[in-house]
């Protein structure tokens, strides 16, 4: 079994930053692609940044600049570094990993969802 456990989110004032974490547990082999994604009430959920194995970034338009995604390979733990937030940041937030497990299986698993609310 394969376990995403995330953690960091929290109120915010606008213009104030966030580190998001995202652990991965039990029987991995690799982690390919960690992705964040957010949704917020009454929207659907949307990529926000990705990270791959080979450390290639991609950003969502609206937080090119102010956030950064980044990986532990030995921690198995993918970051998300919010910095500048906005109230429009306000959102659940979800990490998705591409893992291959130690018996050759490959997975997309979710985390729970933390929650971002930027106000003042």
């Known amino acids: 079994q394969v376990q995403l456990v995330e953690s960091g989110g929290g109120l915010v004032q606008p213009g104030g930053s966030l580190r998001l974490s995202c652990a991965a547990s039990?029987?991995?082999?690799?982690?390919?692609?960690i992705a964040w994604y957010r949704q917020a009430p009454g929207k659907q959920r949307e990529l926000v940044a990705v990270i791959t194995s080979g450390g290639s970034t991609h950003y969502a338009d609206s937080v090119k600049g102010r956030f950064t995604i980044s990986r532990d390979n030995a921690k198995n733990t993918g970051y998300l570094q919010m910095n500048s937030l906005e109230p429009e940041d306000t959102a659940v937030y979800f990490c998705k990993d591409v893992l291959r497990t130690t018996d050759y299986r490959s997975l997309e698993v979710w985390g729970q969802g933390t929650l971002v609310t930027v106000s003042s």
């Open positions: 039990g029987t991995i082999s690799s982690i390919n692609a």
